[in-house]
């Protein structure tokens, strides 16, 4: 399990940042996000600058977290042996942050700034202010050092000066609509300037969004398809970086649950082809799950996350030289112990509990399948395998699985997938080649 969460005066609701937008880290807030922000996703106006902040000014061995206020309180921080916690009425942060927003806010808001601000970001109070100290301080020396100083300033200069010609020769946004309406067809070099535009976008939020855009008719749904086909042997290999990161990540000596459940939220395919997205950490009727995994069907499976250290089976330290040690020499392991009653425990409440919609953004509920995901299968002995193998066998709807085998999985997947394509690519080719 993560770290406590810290304690506030309201109901918390939590969140992981996207690694994108909110640095990851971890999010409480006691506002309704969706009524506040107008959307689910997983970040906030300035949120970007402000997260960073957070994780970089936070202690080694302790968690960065955001605490979200709507109540008129002073920002502050809280510390506890397991938390850097940062503390930010939301409202006032968002009215005050002007140019590198977080920045911009603490050294207004704090007497005694709780970030370690670079000079400049000390300094940059307002654009006004920050024009002030860039005209008496940014001279023809200290831009040629700063240049000299590493091939990627001289590159930042570059494209200063590129967007400066630019801007002098743009025209309206209105005639650049005008323009792109009135062509008949979109050839490579428009598609170039499309894309580069959407590249000054923060993270992938511009593509996202044409792309959502695209595959709004039928027609645009179906050149996706095709696309994505033909992409195939990209994806695949992609797939296999993020699967050889998750096996660096599992064997990591210092590995956590909270750092399988943040890669595991990014890609929950790895647990399942079904799976189209992931919730960390959701709150039900008298307790919270580790994490819920959203079916392509609307329906929805739960995964108790474990340590990948943790003992499954116990095993005798010492079996017997000349025969099999005694049965009762066997147990599960403790943590094993206890999530296989989490998970049935989990199964009741949820059976019994009514507008699971509305209260926990939860859809009905239908024996959800649950995956406790603890240990290593190279951590056991062939006989605590096979006493694993027959667990399984004799639970209902819960699987115990060894974080590695989770990861073989996926592997064996993308071989079958791969000899499919292989397969059809051939006989497309037999075919193409016969005579008419």
Known sequence: MVAQPPDWNRP??????????????????????????????????????????????????RYPTLLLTEQDVAPSIVETEERYTVIVPLDDYLGHSIADPAST???RMCSTPMTRLATLAEVAFSPEQLHA????????????NWANEHPAHLSILHKVSDAALDWQQATSREDAVAVLRGLVALDEQVIDAVLEYLGRFEGDAGVHHLLH?????????????????????????????QLAAYGSLIESPDVTETDVQRFLEESPWIVGLPYVSARPRV???????????????????????????????????EPHASRPASASAYALGPSLGGA??????????????????????????????????IGRSRDLSATAQEILR???????????????????????????????????????????????
């Open 12 to 61: 918390l609701s939590y969140r992981v940042g996207s690694p994108q937008f909110l640095a990851g880290i971890e999010v409480f807030h006691d506002f309704d996000w969706v009524e506040t922000f107008g959307h689910d996703r997983r970040q906030f106006p300035r949120g970007q600058s402000l997260a960073q902040l957070v994780h970089n000014d936070c202690p080694a061995g």
């Open 105 to 107: 806010y603490y050294a």
């Open 390 to 436: 027959q667990l399984n066998l004799t639970l209902h709807r819960v699987e115990v699985l060894p974080y590695d085998i989770l990861g073989r999985r996926t592997e064996g997947l993308l071989e079958n997938i791969e000899s499919l394509a292989g397969a059809r690519s051939a006989s497309r080719a037999g075919a193409s080649s016969r005579p008419a």
């Open 133 to 144: 100290f860039l005209a008496e301080n940014l001279s023809y020396e200290v831009l040629t």
């Open 340 to 373: 296989l009653a989490q998970a049935h425990h989990y199964r009741a409440i949820l059976k019994q509990s009514r507008e699971l919609s509305a209260q926990y953004g939860l859809g009905d509920t239908r024996e959800p399948r649950i995956l406790i995901v």
């Open 213 to 241: 855009r695209l595959t709004e008719s039928a027609a645009g749904r179906a050149s996706a398809t095709s696309v994505l086909s033909d992409r195939l042997v990209d994806r695949i290999a992609d797939t296999r970086r």
């Open 283 to 317: 709150e039900i009727p008298r307790g919270e799950i580790d994490f819920v995994l959203d079916r392509f069907d609307g329906f929805f499976d739960i995964v108790e996350l474990k340590g990948p250290r943790d003992r499954v089976i116990v095993e005798p330290t």
